[in-house]
């Protein structure tokens, strides 16, 4: 059995670009693990960012599933002087982990607020949680905070790490999905990842990247990639979203090719926590009304 490990960051692996535009230091202990919505409340205020949702729906009825959660900064990102510890670069990964961590709090906490009861939350972890042994703690913690059932939280992992696959990203990994969250392979398709290599995570779904959307009305080619994608997926039992659908053409391919869930400005653009349930009775009317 595999004993436990300290929870120490990988130091190494180089910052991607949000790591590398984050450096916050926060200040007190209870930003770090918060107890309370009011300490991540405060926490989320001294660092600066909020989160909007990107609604997610079924292609065929429009009824809304759930939304994808976007970190945005409130106003100017801040500085890159870090926080005095160590090189600036531990600091960022360092910083990118913290706020990962308070923005994954922060979305469970709001998503409890939507109308109805089984809506899927998404959210994206950053390469830098994924090799982070504080990502499962960080998981837990805000499911414990918010009271969110497991089953409605997806976490989205970056697509390289089926090109990277180690002993600990698997066992980070099985962890997660040990807790009962739903892990998706986000962004599928940017680093034309071996579609064989997915038997070795056991993620539950796959969201396509934009660049594999934006060009399906014009391009052959690029619906026979999604064909074989789709079939691929089909075969693993994985659920598959496409992200980025602007029309009808699109979404008409994506539905013939077997593709369920989508989301994108045809549906909606990104929304504040407020404007979510008065989209989510849009959502209702529309699937209604597809369904007459």
Wanted: net charge negative.
């Amino acid at each position: 059995m595999k004993s436990p490990r300290s929870p120490t960051v990988r130091r190494q692996r180089p910052a991607t670009d949000v790591a590398r535009d984050i450096s916050v230091p926060l200040a007190s202990e209870s930003a770090r693990n918060p107890a309370s919505e009011g300490d991540l409340r405060r926490a989320v205020a001294r660092a600066a960012f909020a989160v909007d949702y990107q609604p997610r729906h079924a292609m065929r009825t429009g009824a809304f599933i759930g939304a994808e959660a976007l970190l945005r900064w409130t106003h100017r990102r801040p500085g890159r002087g870090g926080s005095g510890g160590g090189s600036p670069e531990n600091d960022r990964v360092d910083s990118a982990i913290e706020i990962g961590g308070l923005a994954l709090s922060l979305a469970c906490l709001e998503a409890t607020a939507w109308p109805g009861s089984n809506h899927l939350l998404s959210i994206k972890v950053l390469t830098e949680q994924l090799r982070c042994d504080l990502l499962c703690l960080h998981v837990a913690e805000a499911l414990a905070l918010s009271g969110l059932p497991p089953e409605r939280l997806e976490l989205g992992l970056p697509e390289d790490v089926l090109l990277t696959v180690d002993d600990d990203a698997l066992f980070a990994v099985a962890a997660l999905r040990d807790l009962g969250v739903h892990l998706c392979l986000d962004e599928f398709g940017q680093n034309l990842t071996s579609l064989s290599a997915l038997k070795r995570i056991p993620v539950t779904a796959l969201k396509l990247d934009r660049a594999m959307i934006r060009h399906l009305s014009q391009d052959e080619d690029a619906v026979t990639v999604l064909r074989a994608v789709m079939q691929t997926a089909s075969a693993f039992g994985l659920a598959v979203c496409a992200d980025g659908i602007e029309n009808e053409r699109q979404r008409a391919i994506l539905l013939n090719l077997g593709c369920e869930q989508g989301q994108g400005t045809l549906f909606s653009a990104a929304l504040s926590p407020v404007e979510v349930a008065a989209h989510l009775q849009r959502g209702s009317l529309l699937a209604l009304s597809a369904m007459v």
